[in-house]
């Protein structure tokens, strides 16, 4: 059974909108990007906390992700 950080993730990237405003918020606040997705998912009754993302993502094999989960963490 898919966790809710999987589902959320598949709701966003189907949402054209919602991905494009988090590639903005992401750009210029990692960080604050982190608290859209968790705010996205009470919106959708998909509760995640920030941890359960940043889990989920790090198990993606995509490079971008990978770097800006660098940057949430501290890094670059």
């Given at each position: 059974?898919?966790?809710n950080?999987?589902?959320?993730?598949?709701?966003i990237?189907?949402?054209?909108?919602?991905?494009?405003?988090?590639?903005?918020?992401?750009?210029?606040?990692?960080k604050?990007?982190?608290?859209?997705?968790?705010?996205?998912?009470?919106e959708?009754n998909?509760?995640?906390?920030?941890d359960e993302?940043i889990?989920?993502?790090?198990?993606l094999?995509?490079?971008?992700?990978k770097?800006?989960l660098?940057?949430?963490?501290g890094?670059?």
């Open positions: 059974m898919p966790s950080a999987e589902k959320l993730y598949s709701l990237s189907e949402d054209t909108d919602k991905k494009n405003k988090l590639f903005q918020i992401a750009l210029t606040n990692p604050s990007a982190l608290d859209k997705i968790c705010e996205i998912g009470e959708n998909l509760k995640v906390s920030k993302v889990e989920y993502l790090s198990t094999d995509d490079l971008p992700t770097l800006w660098i940057k949430v963490r890094g670059l």
